[in-house]
């Protein structure tokens, strides 16, 4: 089994920043593939990165582009996400997820686990 536990939520003013962490413990294989996403009120969970196991290799939501960054570090089973520019349209719920055994990139929600989220409001 794996366990997710995401951090580094909070409120933040419009144009500020956060950093998010998320780290794995349990049966992790070497191979894997980490991902965030988020959820807002009254919508659908949503893709925003994603990297490969060896980090050399990204993806973004369009409207995250420029201002956020994935990142990981595999000795710590970690992944991170820092946002900047942060608007009041990215005020949302943010999951991490895990896919064991895959090489490549994925921006779909099939990921084999997720963490319990954390909220980050952008508001004045």
């Known amino acids: 089994q794996v366990q997710l536990v995401e951090s580094g939520g909070g409120l933040v003013q419009p144009g500020g920043s956060l950093r998010l962490s998320c780290a794995a413990s349990?049966?992790?294989?070497?191979?894997?593939?980490m991902g965030w996403f988020r959820q807002a009120p009254g919508k659908e969970r949503e893709f925003v990165a994603t990297?490969?196991?060896?980090?050399?290799?990204?993806s973004y939501t369009d409207s995250v582009k420029g201002r956020f960054t994935i990142s990981r570090d595999n000795a710590k089973n970690s992944v991170y996400l820092q946002m900047n520019s942060l608007k009041s349209e990215d005020t949302a719920v943010y999951y991490c997820?895990?896919?064991?055994?895959?090489?490549?990139?994925?921006?779909?929600?099939?990921?084999?686990?997720w963490g319990q989220g954390t909220q980050v409001t952008v508001s004045s």
């Open positions: 990297i490969n196991r060896s980090g050399d290799s990204t």
């Open positions: 349990g049966s992790i294989f070497s191979i894997n593939v």
């Open positions: 997820a895990l896919k064991l055994g895959r090489l490549g990139l994925l921006t779909t929600n099939d990921y084999d686990y």
